[in-house]
């Protein structure tokens, strides 16, 4: 199975400020036939499902803000906010779907500092 | 508008089974994998089964916690997926989400609906 590694669990961030969120794959997830890599962002606020934020690694859902961006490639993966809003507090997961079964990473919380 | 709707949790004794429907629309149902996905309470996303379109040969697959014990299914015509759990173990308490594949075969997950709780206590 593909293990999914996020760090920080935790992250406190500034309004206006960047947040980064990094997600490591135990083995790659680009599949070099259609160069792309098979990897998804989530966002879960409390009471509410997981929304999905980004996919085929940087690729943003229709509706997700420009704040919101993906990026990297193979094993290594980076969800980035370039400028924090109130709004963006929740749990956020990366997600791989290279291969069954689809693992999530564990989760990283981000709050406001 | 896209919506998921699940039904069919609840309170179950170990070994019981219990079978979860997910009823959607707003989308061509046939066109989409569907998927389930659990969370156990306070803790993290565990993927569970998809089944892939007809055009896919409806494909499915498990992961290993609920392999031989659940099975996923679907219903083009109604546009309901379900999940079929048997032999449930305390294990299994969690809050069931109904997911969407919008892709058909490429399993990232656009829709989710907003879970049934199923809790399995004697």
């Known amino acids: 199975d593909i293990v999914m590694t996020q760090s920080p669990d935790s992250l406190a961030v500034s309004l206006g400020e960047r947040a980064t969120i990094n997600c490591k794959s135990s083995?790659?997830?680009?599949?070099?036939?259609?160069?792309?890599?098979?990897l998804a962002w989530y966002q879960q606020k409390p009471g509410q499902p997981p929304k999905l934020l980004i996919y085929?690694?940087?690729t943003r859902e229709s509706g997700v803000p420009d704040r919101f961006s993906g990026s990297g490639s193979g094993t290594d993966f980076t969800l980035t906010i370039s400028s924090l809003q109130a709004e963006d507090v929740a749990l956020y997961y990366c997600?791989?779907?290279?291969?069954?079964?689809?693992?999530f990473g564990q989760g990283t919380r981000l709050e406001i500092k | 508008e896209v919506q998921l709707v699940e039904s069919g949790g609840g309170l179950v004794q170990p070994g019981r089974s219990l079978r979860l429907s997910c009823t959607t629309s707003g989308f061509t149902f046939a066109d989409y994998a569907m998927n389930w996905v659990r969370q156990a309470p306070g803790r993290g996303l565990e993927w569970l089964s998809f089944i892939r379109t007809k055009a896919h040969g409806a494909a499915a697959q498990y992961a290993a916690s609920v392999k031989g014990r659940f099975t996923i299914s679907r219903d083009d015509s109604r546009s309901i997926a379900y999940l079929q759990m048997n032999s449930l173990k305390t294990e299994d308490t969690a809050v069931y989400h109904c997911?969407?594949?919008?892709?058909?075969?490429?399993?990232?997950?656009?829709?989710w609906g907003q879970g049934s709780l199923v809790t399995v206590s004697s």
């Open positions: 085929w690694a940087s």
């Open positions: 997911v969407s594949s919008r892709d058909g075969y490429d399993l990232y997950f656009d829709s």
């Open positions: 997600q791989q779907y290279y291969i069954a079964p689809i693992t």
């Open positions: 083995q790659s997830v680009l599949y070099n036939s259609n160069n792309k890599n098979y």
